[in-house]
């Protein structure tokens, strides 16, 4: 079945570094292709989406880039700031599907 | 107002004794959904209604009822809480069926089993 694989279970950082978070996927066709952020007592938010080879997302500084070749959607932020402390899922949706597949999560903590 | 409410957001339960947990929005999205979310492991859909259609995942189909008796409010209901039932439950809703949408969640409840 479809799933989402991100490598990095924590991430520790301080203020002004590049971030840098991996996601994979294993899908047929196309899927669409999500980044979420759940910050502290709160439910994860829609981030952006991306649903075409090559396009690219990006919101509030965050960016990635489907890459249907190497199956990827990278998030990545050139300058971190502490309020970006949050754990961040990358997600998985298919046309034909019920729901979003998540990954586990990746805990990122950016320190003054 | 894009919120989704979640009640209780701690819930205490007994092994072998029912719980009930309370989702709502008022953004007349057709589609809520339930996960589970324990430590170290990505969110699980369990359920999902779209309009007044409820979906159930194949292996938790017996474990989880839901009921939705209005638009805005979704209900998830464990008949007989296990140990294993211990996790974070995440309500979401979205406009329109299908995982291409972006879904709005709520902030979560935390249910412990003991």
């Known amino acids: 079945g479809d799933s989402v694989t991100q490598t990095e279970g924590q991430v520790a950082l301080s203020e002004e570094d590049f971030l840098t978070i991996h996601c994979n996927y294993s899908?047929?066709?196309?899927?669409?292709l999500f980044w979420y952020v759940q910050y502290p007592g709160e439910g994860p938010q829609f981030l952006f989406r991306a649903s075409r080879d090559k396009e690219k997302g990006s919101s509030r500084g965050f960016e990635a880039t489907y890459d249907k070749g190497t199956t990827s959607f990278h998030l990545r932020k050139a300058s971190v700031q502490e309020s970006d402390s949050a754990v961040y899922y990358c997600a998985l949706g298919d046309q034909g599907g019920r729901a979003l597949i998540f990954g586990t999560g990746t805990t990122v903590s950016v320190s003054p | 107002d894009t919120t989704v409410k979640q009640n209780p957001r701690y819930k205490l339960a007994r092994v072998g004794k029912p719980v009930n947990l309370i989702c709502s929005q008022t953004?007349?999205?057709?589609?809520m959904y339930w996960y589970q979310k324990k430590p170290n492991q990505a969110p699980k859909l369990l359920l999902f209604?779209?309009?007044?259609?409820?979906?159930r995942e194949a292996d938790t189909f017996e474990k989880f009822q839901s009921s939705r008796p209005n638009n805005s409010f979704c209900s998830l209901y464990i008949g007989s809480a296990g140990l294993e039932y211990s996790a974070m439950y995440l309500c979401?809703?979205?406009?329109?069926?299908?995982?291409?949408?972006?879904?709005?969640f709520g902030p979560g409840t935390r249910l412990t089993v003991l």
């Open positions: 209604y779209y309009d007044k259609i409820l979906n």
């Open positions: 953004m007349n999205h057709d589609t």
């Open positions: 899908a047929s066709g196309y899927p669409a």
């Open positions: 979401a809703s979205s406009p329109r069926q299908g995982s291409y949408a972006e879904q709005f």
